[in-house]
């Protein structure tokens, strides 16, 4: 598999999404903010760090990225399943 500069840039920012995602956790933490307002934050900075063509135009990482954004949604929605109570909200 040959690397261009556009797949480095991808797996650099995948790097720093490793890297960052635990001290967003404990920066929202202490500042008592949910921690997955710190990931949709940290995701639209890097977002715009890469820009959305450089991920479009690798088909390795489209569809990775798309398996991703779906697991994302997910578990988002299941966790606020899990924390809405039903007898409050009727």
Request: positive net charge.
């Amino acid at each position: 598999m040959d690397l261009d500069s556009g797949s480095g840039l991808l797996l650099i920012a995948l790097g720093a999404i490793l890297a960052l995602g635990p001290l967003t956790k404990g920066i929202c933490r202490r500042l008592g903010t949910p921690v997955s307002v710190g990931y949709i934050v940290l995701g639209l900075i890097l977002g715009s760090v890469i820009g959305p063509a450089d991920a479009a135009s690798i088909p390795i990482f489209s569809g990775t990225f798309s398996a991703l954004a779906q697991l994302g949604v997910v578990a988002l929605l299941f966790r606020v399943g899990l924390r809405s109570h039903t007898s409050e909200l009727l």
